[in-house]
């Protein structure tokens, strides 16, 4: 059994007892299909950002649940043949170890305190190379008188 997201939006023109039956509908039929509830995240009213199948606003909903990959397509059929979903998404969750956030990478040298500080002298080191411009000049002549 694998880990699995179903994301939908639910037309905003039912009432909110109707999108607590329209839920309770998809977590049955999840489970006619051998799958097994995890989580359920509270409806959220959006605002869309398009305009799809004439409605400007949705009921968001996120269901996480496993399931035996076999059975993924009939639950993709039966969620196809659902008027009141406008749009859905899902995508298979990876296992914990794998989901977590990656840790930020810090800005600062990656090097030891002891190649910092020879970093830092190479750069005092290039500041103390200063030329004059009297010393450019007499290489420029140099160069140039002898071709």
């Known amino acids: 059994m694998k880990n699995y997201e179903l994301t939908f939006l639910i037309s905003s023109s039912l009432s909110e007892d109707a999108i607590k039956d329209f ?4 977590n049955s039929l ?5 799958g097994i509830l995890k989580e359920l995240k509270e409806t959220a009213k959006r605002i869309l950002s398009y305009v799809d199948k004439k409605q400007t606003t949705s009921y968001m909903v996120v269901l996480n649940f496993q399931s035996d990959p076999e059975k993924i397509k009939d639950i993709e059929r039966k969620l196809k043949e659902k008027r009141q979903i ?9 296992s ?3 989901t977590e956030t990656p840790k930020r990478r810090s800005r600062k ?14 750069e005092e080191k290039t500041e ?7 010393d450019i000049e007499k290489k420029l ?5 002898e071709e």
């Open 23 to 26: 839920i309770k509908e998809i």
């Open 30 to 34: 999840i489970q006619e299909e051998g």
């Open 86 to 94: 406008l749009r859905y998404m899902l995508s298979v969750k990876k």
């Open 96 to 98: 914990g170890a794998e």
């Open 109 to 122: 040298p990656s090097a030891e305190k002891g190649e910092i500080s020879e970093l830092r002298s190479e």
């Open 128 to 134: 103390e190379k200063k030329v004059e411009l009297k």
């Open 141 to 145: 002549e140099e160069i140039l008188g």
